[in-house]
């Protein structure tokens, strides 16, 4: 943000104001945790603040404080939208597209309020009138507390903000283990600590309370990886009946797709899910290096993200969306051996 928009937004908060955050659909732990470690600080400002998520989210993210005043818009959409239209400010985290709320795009389109973006995907849209945009960025956490460091805001960092923030970074860097990973981060992350952020026990929630089906589930992503090894790329392939067979719960499957990555040689790593009442297969890509999921993903599955991690879509059957991502493969073999 330049300093004229940093001194803006300022002033926008200097008095209390109805505020509504949003995260995207499928929410993740970025998502969740800038959501709340940004609600958490305005609320000290004397602001009115919701957070309207546009469907629910995994279990494994509702310790954090908080929580339990998050709004699911699938849920209660006639309160969402009266406090959408309500609004006076909405920060908008974690996507730069409103297409990436779901139904909530229409609603957040419609409204009046003044919207603040904040966000570290690529090619973001112009519905903001104020846009916090670095693709740099490990995450949409760190960029909150970048945020808060330029509005002079640091100092309501509490252990709440700071565990919500912390988890943010923790799971978009994949335990700071990604590329994405600065020493910007580091110092942000040990920030975040001596502020009341309890590291050790924040992954045990989130990474090590997993329940019996779902290390089931893993069982099943794991012997059903091939790989195809002139294309140095792996693939995983979950159908509707492998979840039900181990009582698929939202969030189950989350990082599957690092452990085809995790193979020796390589570079390029997709899982296929499919969703019967979506009626669609999900997919996840993550890759190594140079090789960029972010345009693949947006030239053949409808969707996109970051260099190394992006997601998409295919209306097409699952047999036949593995098949069109094998055949266009070939397409991509000198990024993919070189």
Not at 277 to 288: G, L, P, T, V, Y
Request: net charge negative.
């Amino acid at each position: 943000m330049k300093n004229e928009e940093v001194t803006a937004v300022k002033n926008l908060l200097s008095k209390p104001k109805k505020i509504v955050i949003v995260p995207h659909k499928n929410p993740d732990g970025d998502a969740i945790g800038s959501c709340l470690g940004l609600a958490h600080v305005l609320e000290q400002l004397n602001h009115n603040v919701n957070i309207i998520a546009p469907n629910d989210y995994p279990d494994f993210l509702k310790w954090m404080a908080g929580n339990d005043t998050i709004i699911i818009y699938d849920s209660h959409k006639e309160k969402s939208e009266a406090l959408i239209n309500d609004a006076e400010i909405i920060f908008t985290l974690d996507f730069n597209h409103l297409s990436r709320t779901g139904d909530m795009e229409q609603p957040l389109s419609k409204s009046s309020a003044l919207k603040i973006l904040i966000d570290h995907h690529q090619q973001p849209d112009s519905y903001a009138n104020y846009i916090y945009s670095d693709v740099s960025m490990s995450s949409t956490a760190e960029m909150v507390y970048h945020f808060l460091n330029k509005t002079e805001l640091t100092k309501y960092i509490n252990a709440d903000v700071a565990a919500c923030l912390y988890v943010g970074i923790m799971t978009d860097t994949g335990s700071f283990r990604f590329p994405n990973t600065t020493s910007t981060t580091h110092h942000i992350i040990a920030d975040l600590i001596d502020r009341g952020a309890k590291n050790s026990d924040i992954h045990n929630l989130v990474y090590d309370t997993n329940s019996y089906h779902r290390t089931q589930l893993l069982g099943r992503a794991l012997s059903n990886l091939k790989v195809i090894e002139d294309l140095n790329t792996a693939y995983i392939v979950l159908s509707q009946k492998d979840l039900n067979e181990f009582h698929y719960q939202r969030g189950d499957t989350e990082g599957f797709v690092n452990y085809g990555l995790s193979v020796k040689g390589v570079v390029f790593a997709t899982i296929f899910i499919e969703s019967e009442q979506e009626n669609i297969i999900k997919m996840s890509f993550r890759s190594r290096g140079e090789f960029c999921v972010n345009t693949f993903a947006r030239n053949h599955f409808e969707g996109g993200g970051h260099i190394n991690a992006a997601g998409g879509k295919s209306d097409l059957s699952l047999n036949e969306t593995v098949e069109k991502f094998i055949s266009i493969l070939p397409t991509y073999k000198t990024e993919l051996t070189q």
